[in-house]
T-cell receptor, first 113, second 115 residues
Framework: DTAVSQTPKYLVTQMGNDKSIKCEQN?????MYWYKQDSKKFLKIMFS???????INETVPNRFSPKSPDKAHLNLHINSLELGDSAVYFC????????????FGSGTRLTVV | GDSVTQMEGPVTLSEEAFLTINCTYT??????LFWYVQYPGEGLQLLLK?????DKGSNKGFEATYRKETTSFHLEKGSVQVSDSAVYFC??????????????FGKGTHLIIQP
């Protein structure tokens, strides 16, 4: 009964490859997000999706593309991976209503070699 | 834009010591404020939150009060345990609701509790 689940938990890949990270939430939330946590533990939002519409796209390279097949899923696809993409990626979701609440997945540790 | 500043770590304390982790913020409007905790090798867990001025969030012995006049949301605990060792993040949401803005995080404070 995991609320926000991400797969895989660990991902090791070579430079130049294309990879995807999947995220699913069973909370009925309207908005989903992707965050990147760098080696210094700093967390920064990458994208958010609300009702299949991209709301935020921070200064993220266009090699990163979020894909939302439905309200419960927001996958992160990364093309032409670079060493600097190595990080922990967290998916999260929140309701669009007045009560603030963000639920995070357990993270995907991406290592580019 | 919105920003969150929290004290740099690591913060090392002995068990049963009093804990304060400072957090101040800059935001327009009336943000909601949060503390998240990340235990080693794990994801982010919501520790507590406050949605309006003078609200006090509390959980697991931790407390933080939303101080609009000083734009602060300091985290406190009266007696820490070894199991409290983790990284603590202060964060804000630019809207009172869940909002598509997402969260703006501070840089995190690594807390180490020694027995």
């Amino acid at each position: 009964d995991t609320a926000v689940s991400q797969t895989p938990k660990y991902l090791v890949t070579q430079m130049g490859n294309d990879k995807s990270i999947k995220c699913e939430q069973n909370l009925g939330h309207d908005t989903m997000y992707w965050y990147k946590q760098d080696s210094k533990k700093f967390l920064k939002i990458m994208f958010s999706y609300n009702n299949k519409e991209l709301i935020i796209n921070e200064t993220v390279p266009n090699r990163f593309s979020p894909k939302s097949p439905d309200k419960a899923h927001l996958n992160l696809h990364i093309n032409s991976l670079e060493l600097g993409d190595s990080a922990v990626y967290f998916c999260a979701s929140s309701p669009a209503s007045s009560a603030p609440g963000y639920t995070f997945g357990s993270g995907t540790r991406l290592t580019v070699v | 834009g919105d920003s969150v500043t929290q004290m740099e770590g690591p913060v090392t304390l002995s068990e049963e010591a009093f804990l304060t982790i400072n957090c101040t913020y800059t935001a327009t409007g009336y943000p909601s404020l949060f503390w998240y905790v990340q235990y080693p090798g794990e994801g982010l867990q919501l520790l507590l939150k406050a949605t309006k001025a003078d609200d006090k969030g509390s959980n697991k012995g931790f407390e933080a009060t939303y101080r609009k006049e000083t734009t602060s949301f300091h985290l406190e605990k009266g007696s820490v345990q070894v199991s409290d060792s983790a990284v603590y993040f202060c964060a804000l949401s630019g809207h009172s609701g869940g909002g598509a803005d997402g969260l703006t995080f501070g840089k995190g404070t690594h807390l180490i509790i020694q027995p």
